[in-house]
Structures are given as structure tokens and as C-alpha cells.
């Protein structure tokens, strides 16, 4: 394969497909292939090594991450906060309050309280977000509790991250960074360093079912491979029986032919038999 028909077959631009392509050979996971009037490419076996050691890793029960989340509170009425509970910030207009609740960061604003749900881990997007909405409920509660205050029903802040640790991701990373609107290769030092940050829940999810999507390609692909061997083989039997029937009809065309040229003889009165 090479980078215009890559191009073609994923709709982008050749420049853009031959940009990375240059680093996967520069990482040593492909190598070139020189062909009459085209340069054609193929994995080199650190490539194939590369591929196999990820295969039960990069689509297993891989363990999922939930960070830089938090939920808002709406305060429907205010409680009394004890000055010793809370550390002040004091903002242009107002003063925001910092503390821990059940040793969870909590944040007073004008109108809500945020919850910050520390970062938790899980084997798929939906247990992440039903354990963070969990504890922050259960943090919310306390405050009420505590303080007196009244709050709304919370709601996830729509910048959490959802992460994923990804063996190819991580590679890739030493060499470019890739990204989409709907996930990111995190560049950030330390263990989140070439994880796959995902915008939102769907977008994990989706990612989480992509191996099964390519496997229901492959039989989808093998049955018409499989109804494509059926109709080649009719067709060269219908070719084999086009060439018999011809030779046939030939044979019968000169048969008739012959018949109509010869004359045939008289009958008994002079009548000619008729055939």
C-alpha cells in the first residue's frame, strides 16, 4: 500500500498521508518498497513483533481512566459555612470557599457547589461515571448535612477525560502527536504519557466496541468473498455450456441447411414426399 492510495481509501490528503508514513518508517515499523513506477511500503518484522505484542492488550479488559472530572451542585439555599472549615479565595466580586468533604476537594462558587472526583479506575466508561456520580452524591449529601445548604441534582462537567492506556498509542507518541475532536494521545509526562484521552463517554465507547465492529467486517467481507468464488465458478460453467450450445446450434444450422439444397424425390403421381 502506499500513501496516495491510502489517501483515496480514507479520504485524505496524500501530503498528510505521506507526513506519517515517513515517521512509521522512521520508527523502524515499515519499510519501503520499490516497484516499477511507485514506491509501495510493508510492516518490517519490529512492525509485526510490534502488532503481535499488542494483540489481548490494546483491546482487553484494559483498564480504563476517569480524571480531571468534577460535579456542580446548584445551590437552591444557602447553609452556614464555618469560617475554621474552609480555606477563602477571594475573587474580584465574591469569595470562593476550598475545603475537603469525606476527603474529597470541594469548591464553593455563587451559585453551586463542585465536587472534584479523584481519579478513579474501571473496566468501561459507564461504571467510571456511574462510581464518580456516586461519590459525588454522596459528598453533596454530607454537605447538606453539615451546613444546611439545599443542592440541585449534579452534573459531570463536560471536559472530564476519559483514558485508556494504549500500547500503540504510546509509541506513536514519541514520534507525533495525533489527535481528533473526539480523542487526543496525551503528551503529558508521567503515567498518563501516551494514554488515549476521550472527550466523552461515546467516544470511549466506541472505541471500547472497535474490535468487534472489525470482526463483523471480517465475516461481512468473507461472505462476499465466499458468494464471489460461487459466482465465478457458475459463470465459467455458463461460459463452458455458451460454447457446447454454439457448437450445437452450428451443427444444427448446417444439418438445415444441407436438408433445403437437396432435392427430394417424387412420390407415386408425380407429388414430391413431403418431409
Not at 76 to 86: H, I, Q, S, T
Not at 194 to 198: N, Q, S, T
Given at each position: 500500500m502506499y500513501p496516495a492510495k491510502i489517501g483515496r481509501a480514507r479520504g485524505w490528503k496524500?501530503?498528510?498521508v505521506a507526513y506519517y508514513v515517513k515517521k512509521l518508517e522512521k520508527a523502524g515499523l515499515i519499510r519501503r518498497l520499490k516497484r516499477s513506477n511507485f514506491v509501495d511500503y510493508e510492516l518490517t518484522e519490529q512492525g509485526q513483533n510490534f502488532l503481535i505484542s499488542c494483540e489481548g492488550v490494546l483491546f482487553s479488559s484494559g483498564v480504563f481512566r476517569l480524571h480531571r472530572c468534577f460535579?456542580?451542585?446548584p445551590v437552591?439555599?444557602?447553609?452556614?459555612?464555618?469560617?475554621?472549615?474552609?480555606r477563602r479565595i477571594e475573587m474580584v466580586n465574591w469569595t470562593a470557599l476550598l475545603g475537603l468533604e469525606q476527603g474529597v476537594k470541594v469548591r464553593h462558587t455563587t451559585t453551586s457547589w463542585i465536587v472534584h472526583v479523584e481519579t478513579l479506575y474501571g473496566r468501561s466508561p459507564g461504571e467510571l461515571v456511574t462510581l464518580a456520580?456516586?461519590?459525588?452524591?454522596?459528598?453533596?449529601?454530607?454537605?447538606m448535612s453539615k451546613y444546611g445548604c439545599v443542592l440541585g441534582d449534579g452534573q459531570i462537567n463536560k471536559r472530564h477525560e476519559l483514558g485508556v492506556d494504549d500500547p500503540v498509542a504510546n509509541l506513536l507518541n514519541r514520534y507525533f502527536t495525533v489527535s481528533t475532536p473526539k480523542r487526543v494521545i496525551d503528551d503529558s509526562p508521567g503515567e498518563d504519557e501516551?494514554?488515549?484521552?476521550?472527550v466523552g463517554r461515546d467516544a470511549a465507547i466506541?472505541?471500547?466496541l472497535m474490535p468487534e465492529r472489525v470482526k463483523k467486517l471480517e465475516g461481512q467481507v468473507d461472505n462476499?468473498?465466499?458468494d464471489l468464488a460461487k459466482i465465478s465458478g457458475s459463470l465459467e460453467k455458463l461460459e463452458k455450456m455458451g460454447y457446447s450450445l454454439a457448437n450445437v446450434a452450428d451443427a444444427l444450422g448446417k444439418l438445415t441447411e444441407l436438408q433445403t439444397n437437396q432435392e427430394l424425390p417424387a412420390g407415386p403421381g408425380g407429388k414430391e414426399y413431403i418431409a
Open positions: 496524500k501530503q498528510h460535579f456542580k451542585f437552591l439555599r444557602e447553609g452556614v459555612y464555618p469560617f475554621a472549615d474552609f456520580k456516586n461519590l459525588a452524591d454522596r459528598v453533596a449529601k454530607g454537605l501516551g494514554e488515549l484521552d476521550h466506541e472505541y471500547l462476499v468473498l465466499t
